[in-house]
């Protein structure tokens, strides 16, 4: 049991973009900026207001949209065509048939002209006849891939550029409430399709479908999720200042837990009567499985005594969780006998923090609700294309260019920006955790019973990796040390191939021939062993594996690779990845865990026998929609031999 969190959804549809400028200055069109500079970017980033409408999703099918921007300027001033451009967020592919138009696609109604730049990020340029008078509106139709239909499609924080000069971002656009966002209150604007059932509840439906869910004489539950046995009896226990914790030497801190919840001290010996008593007991496994048997406990409640018992740390600090949910009104708990055991072994969150950070702060309330919950496993997807989080000893350049978002079209000093996280290097997208960062989350996580699962995402999804290594290579070359740039490198230069992810990247693949991606991905194993090591051990490592785009077809390095191991075919590389990153994570000790569609070409899957030494694999499946047939693959990779976790 998993839950998989951040999965973008590829959509085809069409944009218009009506563009007028507003200006607090008096009417006087003579004033026209016919150079650009500082004052003409901040011109447009403070009075540029952006409003974002779709108009109809029943265009081609589930294929293509209507929409509409409108920028107003009620201002004096003239822009007429310069260096100034205009970024903005798509998460779905603009112009799909005419990729890719690396000279840019000239949008004739409206005088400027679109570019791609990378992922989400896409740019608007005037064109050398474009002129904006004061009230002007120019109106831009684009074609985008799919549809539509939630405000949330849409970025914020769009932002305003010019060589030499410093990035704006475009101040109608900001923040995450997306008011420059038109609603959604049509069928044509929220369905995705004609015949699509979907309809947003509005406050009364959701009302009335609430009310018919309600069922009368059933009591609230006391405890998430439900115990195995849960024998409640008449009367209730107040726990006060005169009850006492027993000391258990093997379980202090559960006891300790238990006495500052309540706020008893604790004492070495049993009194008669009015204590808290924790016990160890070898034969508790109420569902008479052997998976889970650790984390089972028993709790029994009278009104003169209160006894804690299981067999592991897991289950008395369970216990200690049910205890607090029943103690709810602050005063006295419930008389009665509560046996409980977990269902699955596996009881997973799924983070993605590379896409969106979330700070070690925000992290430890997640780690704390989990364990309220008594979910076992924190999956923390700690890169992606979007941000590099972790750092890495020897490897500043990892988090100082590849956890950090800004405008900066060489990637020197950051990573572009994406999703809607704005021109600044400071701003939303930006951030990453130190070592120590890291290792308070694992105490944090190893004392409420959590498993930490790193991910850090090969050979796809790796291109705040690739560009902060590439920036590493450029610096090192400057200074004439060759070996150290090429000693991580993960960039094949002369590499021709062309391909597009579905979340629109065209570069975002280590390459896995080289040397230096092997001499890498050790170094990052050994890293992350070695900070887990006098905490949690590292057990399971997550390698991702998704999404790979027909990358290494024209790499130099690949074709040499392949030769030397008698191979033709590029398409055996992604299976060859999986095996290496396989017999790695073997001798390390360590089980190897992937998403699926990593262990499968096509429809195929690898056979699980032909992995040549660590075949306990994890494969997380997070295709599994019924409505599209895909329904199956979790049992598919099942019956093939695979561990899974349906995420």
């Given at each position: 049991?998993?839950?998989?969190?951040?999965?973008?959804?590829?959509?085809?549809?069409?944009?218009?973009?009506?563009?007028?400028?507003?200006?607090?200055?008096?009417?006087?069109?003579?004033?026209?900026?016919?150079?650009?500079?500082?004052?003409?970017?901040?011109?447009?980033?403070?009075?540029?207001?952006?409003?974002?409408?779709?108009?109809?999703?029943?265009?081609?099918?589930?294929?293509?949209?209507?929409?509409?921007?409108?920028?107003?300027?009620?201002?004096?001033?003239?822009?007429?065509?310069?260096?100034?451009?205009?970024?903005?967020?798509?998460?779905?592919?603009?112009?799909?048939?005419?990729?890719?138009?690396?000279?840019?696609?000239?949008?004739?109604?409206?005088?400027?002209?679109?570019?791609?730049?990378?992922?989400?990020?896409?740019?608007?340029?005037?064109?050398?006849?474009?002129?904006?008078?004061?009230?002007?509106?120019?109106?831009?139709?684009?074609?985008?891939?799919?549809?539509q239909s939630a405000k949330t499609d849409?970025?914020?924080?769009?932002?305003?550029?010019?060589?030499?000069?410093?990035?704006?971002?475009?101040?109608?656009?900001?923040?995450?409430?997306?008011?420059?966002?038109?609603?959604?209150?049509?069928?044509?604007?929220?369905?995705?399709?004609?015949?699509?059932?979907?309809?947003?509840?509005?406050?009364?439906?959701?009302?009335?479908?609430?009310?018919?869910?309600?069922?009368?004489?059933?009591?609230?539950?006391?405890?998430?999720?439900?115990?195995?046995?849960?024998?409640?009896?008449?009367?209730?226990?107040?726990?006060d200042s005169s009850w006492t914790v027993v000391n258990s030497t093997k379980y202090y801190q559960v006891a300790k837990l238990i006495a500052e919840h309540f706020g008893l001290t604790i004492r070495s010996t049993k009194p008669q009567e009015k204590f808290i008593d924790i016990t160890e007991q070898h034969d508790l496994n109420p569902l008479n499985v052997s998976t889970t048997v650790n984390e089972a406990y028993l709790i029994q409640i009278s009104s003169q005594y209160i006894t804690v018992s299981a067999r592991a740390k897991a289950g008395m600090f369970y216990a200690y969780q049910t205890l607090k949910s029943i103690h709810q009104d602050g005063k006295s708990l419930p008389l009665c006998v509560i046996k409980d055991q977990p269902r699955f072994a596996y009881r997973g969150m799924h983070l993605d923090v590379g896409?969106?950070?979330?700070?070690?702060?925000?992290?430890?309330?997640?780690?704390?609700?989990?364990?309220?919950?008594?979910?076992?496993?924190?999956?923390?997807?700690?890169?992606?294309?979007?941000?590099?989080?972790?750092?890495?000893?020897?490897?500043?350049?990892?988090?100082?260019?590849?956890?950090?978002?800004?405008?900066?079209?060489?990637?020197?000093?950051?990573?572009?920006?994406?999703?809607?996280?704005?021109?600044?290097?400071?701003g939303l997208g930006s951030g990453f955790y130190t070592t120590e960062d890291y290792m308070e989350i694992l105490r944090y996580a190893n004392d409420r019973n959590i498993q930490v699962i790193p991910e850090i995402d090969m050979p796809g999804h790796c291109r705040a990796g690739i560009k902060a290594l590439e920036a590493r290579y450029r610096k090192y070359m400057k200074i004439g040390n060759e070996v150290e740039a090429n000693k991580y490198l993960l960039t094949d230069f002369a590499d021709k191939t062309q391909y597009l992810t579905v979340q629109w990247f065209s570069d975002n693949a280590i390459n896995i021939c080289l040397n230096s991606t092997a001499v890498f991905i050790r170094h990052l194993i050994t890293s992350l062993i070695e900070m887990h090591q006098d905490i949690q051990p590292l057990n399971i490592y997550h390698f991702g594996g998704d999404e790979v785009a027909g990358a290494w077809k024209e790499s130099p390095e690949c074709k040499k690779f392949l030769s030397k191991k008698g191979i033709n075919d590029t398409a055996t590389l992604k299976r060859y990845f999986a095996h290496f990153m396989s017999n790695l994570t073997n001798d390390e000790g360590l089980h190897m865990a992937v998403w699926a569609d990593a262990l499968k070409e096509g429809n195929a899957l690898y056979n699980i026998s032909a992995f040549p030494t660590n075949q306990n694999i994890i494969a997380y499946n997070w295709d599994n929609l019924w409505e599209r047939g895909h329904g199956d693959k979790a049992y598919k990779l099942a019956n093939a031999g695979y561990k899974v976790c349906v995420s």
């Open positions: 049991m998993g839950i998989k969190m951040e999965k973008n959804c590829p959509m085809l549809y069409f944009v218009t973009i009506a563009v007028v400028f507003i200006s607090n200055l008096q009417a006087n069109s003579d004033i026209v900026y016919n150079s650009t500079d500082q004052s003409l970017i901040d011109y447009i980033a403070e009075n540029a207001e952006i409003r974002y409408d779709v108009m109809s999703n029943f265009v081609d099918k589930r294929r293509t949209f209507t929409s509409k921007i409108t920028i107003k300027n009620t201002g004096n001033l003239t822009i007429a065509y310069n260096n100034w451009e205009i970024y903005f967020y798509a998460i779905r592919l603009v112009q799909p048939n005419e990729y890719p138009y690396k000279e840019g696609f000239k949008l004739h109604n409206c005088k400027m002209r679109l570019y791609h730049v990378a992922g989400s990020l896409c740019k608007l340029c005037p064109e050398r006849n474009f002129r904006m008078e004061s009230h002007d509106v120019v109106e831009c139709k684009l074609v985008m891939k799919y549809w849409t970025m914020p924080n769009w932002y305003v550029w010019a060589e030499g000069l410093t990035s704006r971002d475009i101040e109608s656009t900001q923040g995450d409430t997306l008011t420059f966002v038109g609603p959604f209150e049509r069928p044509e604007q929220y369905q995705r399709y004609a015949d699509d059932g979907w309809s947003p509840f509005t406050p009364e439906s959701r009302f009335k479908k609430n009310d018919e869910l309600a069922v009368s004489n059933v009591s609230e539950k006391l405890v998430i999720p439900t115990p195995v046995e849960m024998n409640m009896k008449s009367g209730s226990v107040k726990v896409r969106n950070f979330f700070s070690k702060e925000e992290i430890l309330k997640i780690l704390e609700t989990m364990a309220m919950y008594k979910l076992n496993q924190f999956h923390f997807h700690l890169t992606e294309d979007e941000g590099w989080r972790l750092e890495i000893p020897g490897i500043p350049e990892l988090t100082e260019i590849g956890s950090r978002r800004c405008h900066d079209l060489n990637e020197d000093t950051c990573i572009l920006p994406q999703l809607g996280s704005g021109s600044s290097k400071n």
